[in-house]
């Protein structure tokens, strides 16, 4: 069967550090792979997608990045964290035709 | 910009109420409407999904009513339980049969229902 992990689960960074949260998924090759913000208030916010290795397309102009280096992994990454950037990461992966399958999330918090 | 409105951001009802969750759209690409709920902590999980050639879809005590025309669509929860209390969100794909497809959230509605 297939699984998507993500870690860390829960991470405390200062401004201006750098961020690296990774994504894997199991059980399935070829996925699309998506990251998804949530943030209070805002509801899930589509922050990058990506179709196949090295094929990332943004939705939203921010201070963060997206990688594809392997089949199943998608990293999120930034140089130098915001106050603004704290909230609820998830990553996730489409099965079939219909269906976003979500992992259990990473929290950060930027103080 | 919100492509995916939902209201109210917050609902309370007693045990056995029906709880009702409305959403609205402009964006004519979207062809699919599932409906996520999450518990505090962990990520979101689908519930119920519904095509837009179809008014109304039901699984258990969820019912999913869709109006094409007026491009809304709503949940409802029949005989809610202290264990629906969770946020729903729902959503909309735009391109879900293709590979490009992408799935865009309201804000999500957060349901306490006592008991």
């Known amino acids: 069967s297939q699984t998507i992990h993500q870690w860390p689960a829960t991470l405390v960074q200062p401004v201006g550090s750098p961020l690296s949260l990774e994504c894997t998924v199991e059980g399935t090759s070829n996925p699309n792979l998506y990251w998804y913000r949530q943030a209070a208030g805002r509801g899930l916010q589509l922050l990058f997608y990506?179709?196949?290795?090295?094929?990332i397309s943004s939705e939203v102009p921010q201070n963060l990045s997206a990688s594809r280096p392997q089949d199943r992994q998608f990293i999120l990454s930034s140089k130098k964290l915001l106050l603004s950037d704290s909230g609820f990461y998830l990553c996730?992966?489409?099965?079939?035709?219909?269906?976003?399958?979500f992992g259990a999330g990473s929290r950060l918090t930027v103080l | 910009q919100q492509q995916v409105k939902q209201s109210p951001q917050s609902l309370i009802v007693q045990k056995g109420g029906i709880p009702i969750i409305n959403c609205a759209y402009e964006n004519t690409a979207f062809d699919y409407f599932p409906w996520y709920q999450q518990f505090p902590g962990k990520g979101p999980a689908l519930l119920i999904a519904i095509r837009p050639d179809v008014s109304e879809k039901k699984e258990g005590r969820f019912t999913i009513s869709f109006n094409k025309s007026a491009k809304q669509f709503s949940l409802h929860i029949m005989d809610s339980q202290p264990g629906d209390s969770a946020t729903y969100f729902c959503?909309?794909?735009?391109?879900?049969?293709?590979?490009?497809?992408?799935?865009?959230f309201g804000r999500g509605t957060q349901l306490t229902v006592w008991p």
């Open positions: 959503a909309a794909w735009e391109g879900r049969g293709s590979t490009l497809g992408r799935l865009y």
């Open positions: 996730a992966w489409k099965l079939g035709a219909n269906v976003l399958t």
């Open positions: 990506s179709v196949g290795i090295g094929q």
